[in-house]
């Protein structure tokens, strides 16, 4: 993991369509008496929402360490990845409910309409998530906002076909079912958000990285005899820590010690992407037992 890139251009550019965008979405949706494009239209905005958090999260992840947070405020931005994540699938159980209830009771839709608003819809959406496509890669607060507008340009899609088919046909009640089937299709692509950044919120090992294998590169190295406390957990959506004790050969001068740490944390940056490293030295394993591994202690 790395320093987070700067996007602070394509969050401007981002926020800024789809600001113009909802507020035409919203207006004709309530004036055709369309489901599908309200549903549309509240997704869109929960991610400007979203988009404004994960640059404010972005924004403080640069902010220097304090005396209080002596980390800085890095893990504002898996806060974020994680608001975005919860937001989105609330929204979107607010829509399927609101379709299940219009299957019963379809009202009028103007197809034309639906069509113009969301084909528009489309290319905002999808332009937007185009902006946010290089680093959803490697940084899952940027990946949130990438699963959004490209989910958004997806259902607006869908809003397309709907508005289409019911021009031809006059079938209205087609207008909750494709607001379901899509509302579906934004939960499956949620979930993986949410499950990714309820983890890196619980300190679990970022994903690319193998405990085991960060393990055996460290006893590797010259000099190390074992090694035990091993943690590794994520300090914000793109930065890794990692804390350890390293039981070295008792028979190493002073200066090879020195030697042992730049070569050991040099490794870790550069094999596993590892920044921030504490290491301890140890002549032999401490007989005291890291507390995490001891169990909670009696009450």
Known sequence: MHAPANFGAAFAIGISLNVAYVIAEAIWGVLAHAMALLADA????????GLLAAWVAQHLARRAPSARFTYGLRRST??????????LLIVTGGVIWESMLRLWHPEPVAGRVVMIVAAVGILVNGGTALLFARGSKGDLNLRGVFTHMAADA???LGVVVTGFVIMLTGWRVLDPIVSLVVS??????????LRGSLDLALDAVPPGLDEPTVAAALRGLDGVVDLHDLHIWPMSTTETALTAHLVHDPLLAS?????LLRTASSMLRARFGIVHVTLQLEMAPCESI????AGPSPA
């Open 184 to 193: 579906g299709i934004v939960i499956v692509s949620t979930w993986s958000l």
């Open 78 to 87: 898996i806060l974020s990845a994680l608001g975005n994540a919860t937001v």
């Open 154 to 156: 997806l259902m607006a």
């Open 290 to 293: 890291c507390a995490l591994h």
């Open 255 to 259: 200066n090879a010690l020195d030697a």
């Open 42 to 49: 509240g997704h869109n905005l929960s991610d400007i929402l």
